[in-house]
């Protein structure tokens, strides 16, 4: 049975992305042309989850960054990060965002080309407000969800509302049993099928992340990744991965595209650094690097 839902899933390769190029833009673009991120996340503890993030979203070729953050902590990911604003929020007495903060990205809800919530974050709370305040504005970026924030997801209610189709999520199989209400051992016994249902159930993109990763969209479509290696599974690589993604995102790419593009890039990112300092041992902070390389397929 498992051979046949992975025979149901297109291949992710060069091949098949040659055959659907990114959008590219115009000799004459700007940066404004290639988009705006808005990464909102982090935490205390969690402060450099942001940083990872932005960095790989203007590796994979967004035109500007902007981060929202804990208070705390957006000082020294300014500093870090010159390339990007970055945004001190409200935060709680456990070091999370505050969910009254979301009130003041009004301004930045409404320009940015694509949202990426949740990376730092162990509360939830501020990712709902957040996502309330953007469907009240009517907002139309594309939407990545990663970490807490994808505890907004109800199977419960079915679907993820009328910008569902805009969302990406990318849990892997602990976060993925949380949201589905099951047992992990469920989700890695059958990863392709649960991708699929769950895809279509909640009316969004689904990236399940794993050794082998399947990305579903609400129609059916199922794609597979088999590349990169074990090295991948290290503190950040989520982060890094959910920032491609949201970059592609911001330059143009459809939702589906952008999430099979992303997790390819990332996977290949990890095979580069394998070759290069050895298959265990690279840090999820070099993984972006390789990217703007291997964009050009």
């Given at each position: 049975?498992?051979?046949?839902?992975?025979?149901?899933?297109?291949?992710i390769d060069?091949?098949?992305?040659?055959?659907?190029?990114?959008?590219?833009?115009?000799?004459?673009?700007?940066?404004?042309?290639?988009?705006?991120?808005l990464?909102?996340g982090?935490?205390?503890?969690?402060?450099?989850?942001?940083?990872?993030?932005?960095?790989?979203?203007?590796?994979a070729?967004?035109?500007?960054?902007?981060?929202?953050?804990?208070?705390?902590?957006?000082?020294?990911?300014?500093?870090?990060?010159?390339?990007?604003?970055?945004?001190?929020?409200?935060?709680?007495?456990?070091?999370?965002?505050?969910?009254?903060?979301?009130?003041?990205?009004?301004?930045?809800?409404?320009?940015?080309?694509?949202?990426?919530?949740?990376?730092?974050?162990?509360?939830?709370?501020?990712?709902?407000a957040?996502?309330?305040?953007?469907?009240?504005?009517g907002g139309?970026?594309?939407?990545?969800?990663?970490?807490?924030?994808?505890?907004?997801?109800?199977?419960?209610?079915?679907?993820?509302?009328?910008?569902?189709?805009?969302?990406?999520?990318?849990?892997?199989?602990?976060?993925?049993?949380?949201?589905?209400?099951?047992?992990?051992?469920?989700?890695?016994?059958?990863?392709?099928?649960?991708?699929?249902?769950?895809?279509?159930?909640?009316?969004?993109?689904?990236?399940?992340?794993?050794?082998?990763?399947?990305?579903?969209?609400?129609?059916?479509?199922?794609f597979?990744?088999?590349?990169?290696?074990?090295?991948?599974?290290?503190?950040?690589?989520?982060?890094?991965l959910?920032?491609?993604?949201?970059?592609?995102?911001?330059?143009?790419?459809?939702?589906?595209?952008?999430?099979?593009?992303?997790v390819w890039?990332?996977?290949?990112?990890?095979?580069?650094?394998?070759?290069?300092?050895?298959?265990l041992?690279?840090?999820?902070?070099?993984?972006?690097?390789?990217?703007?390389?291997?964009?050009?397929?």
């Amino acid at each position: 049975m498992a051979r046949r839902r992975r025979a149901n899933a297109k291949l992710i390769d060069a091949a098949l992305l040659r055959r659907w190029p990114l959008p590219k833009p115009g000799p004459d673009a700007d940066k404004q042309a290639r988009g705006d991120v808005l990464v909102v996340g982090g935490s205390a503890e969690i402060p450099g989850a942001v940083l990872l993030a932005a960095i790989a979203a203007l590796r994979a070729g967004a035109g500007r960054v902007q981060v929202a953050t804990v208070c705390s902590a957006a000082p020294q990911i300014a500093v870090a990060l010159p390339e990007a604003r970055v945004i001190g929020l409200a935060q709680t007495r456990d070091g999370e965002i505050s969910a009254s903060a979301s009130r003041t990205l009004t301004a930045e809800l409404d320009a940015c080309r694509a949202l990426l919530l949740g990376p730092g974050m162990r509360d939830e709370r501020a990712a709902r407000a957040l996502l309330r305040l953007f469907a009240a504005r009517g907002g139309e970026a594309q939407i990545v969800l990663d970490a807490a924030a994808l505890r907004v997801l109800d199977p419960g209610k079915l679907r993820a509302g009328s910008a569902g189709s805009h969302i990406i999520a990318t849990p892997h199989a602990g976060e993925m049993a949380c949201i589905w209400g099951c047992e992990r051992d469920e989700v890695e016994a059958a990863p392709a099928q649960l991708a699929r249902e769950a895809a279509a159930a909640l009316g969004l993109m689904l990236v399940l992340k794993g050794a082998e990763t399947f990305i579903a969209a609400p129609d059916g479509q199922l794609f597979h990744n088999v590349a990169g290696n074990q090295g991948l599974a290290t503190a950040g690589s989520g982060d890094t991965l959910a920032g491609v993604i949201a970059g592609l995102a911001a330059r143009g790419a459809e939702p589906l595209q952008a999430a099979v593009w992303g997790v390819w890039l990332h996977a290949k990112a990890g095979e580069a650094l394998a070759r290069k300092v050895g298959p265990l041992g690279y840090l999820a902070r070099e993984l972006a690097a390789e990217v703007p390389r291997l964009m050009k397929l």
